[in-house]
């Protein structure tokens, strides 16, 4: 059962390990083991759950996806009390962000760990000009207002679709929680809800693509 969740970047996990030291005098990292990595170069979907290969800029990733929910299921995970789970995700096309106008957003994405959602945000790839920004909520949670694109590790690709070959409407971003869990197998979800009801065709207009999963068991004691 998943008690609690911290989202961390690549420097954070030390950080997160600091505080339980300096909250708690017996709190220390006993282990730390990768249990699992896929970029999906060797096509390996095992375990997976609505997985479809696509190839987006010479790369092999999951997707794309609208709206629907993909998964990856674990077994015979060592003794741990914490998991960090890193997702690479690749933000397509027209995302909106944080609009609540019902028309063009808000635009969702989330994840979660067995049968709780541990993270959820937005995301915008519309250009901010004085005048008129879609913001984006990541890299915290919805609901807070941050510029398009912030947190990203690549800003410059190629739409998927709605513009594809122009450059700078597919996002990069790393995705890294770490949670309580126990068990000895754990599923993993994705999904998003997009909002674009003046679209014709909305998976064109919006989209996301997994380009790698990575989970590690920690135990802290």
Same mark, same amino acid.
């Given at each position: ?13 030390? @950080? ?7 909250? #708690?005098? &017996? ?6 083991? &990768? ?35 993909? @998964? ?12 960090? &789970? ?19 957003? @808000? ?66 971003? #790393? ?16 999904? #998003? ?23 590690? @068991?920690?135990?802290?004691?």
């Amino acid at each position: 059962m998943v008690l609690k969740s911290w989202l961390v970047d690549k420097a954070s996990l030390a @950080a997160l390990i600091a505080f339980f030291f300096l909250t #708690s005098c &017996v709190d220390t990292l006993d282990s730390e083991q &990768v249990v699992y990595t896929n970029d999906f170069s060797n096509s390996d979907l095992a375990g997976f759950e609505n997985a479809r290969l696509f190839l987006f800029q010479k790369d092999t990733v999951l997707g794309y996806y609208h709206n629907d929910e993909v @998964a990856v299921n674990l077994e015979n995970l060592p003794i741990h009390n914490l998991l960090k &789970v890193t997702l690479e995700i690749l933000i397509h096309d027209s995302w909106d962000g944080n609009p609540v106008d019902g028309v063009g957003g @808000a635009d969702f994405w989330f994840f979660g760990v067995d049968n709780q959602e541990v993270f959820r945000t937005t995301f915008s790839n519309t250009p901010c000009v004085s005048t008129y920004c879609l913001r984006q909520s990541y890299p915290s949670t919805y609901f807070r207002q941050n510029a398009p694109k912030t947190g990203a590790t690549s800003t410059n690709m190629p739409g998927r679709c709605l513009f594809d070959g122009t450059e700078g409407y597919t996002t990069r971003y #790393s995705i890294s929680q770490i949670v309580e869990h126990t068990n000895s197998k754990v599923r993993i979800h994705m999904n #998003s809800e997009l909002v674009q009801t003046n679209s014709p065709n909305p998976i064109c207009d919006e989209s996301w693509s997994l380009a790698s999963v990575k989970v590690e @068991a920690l135990t802290l004691k």
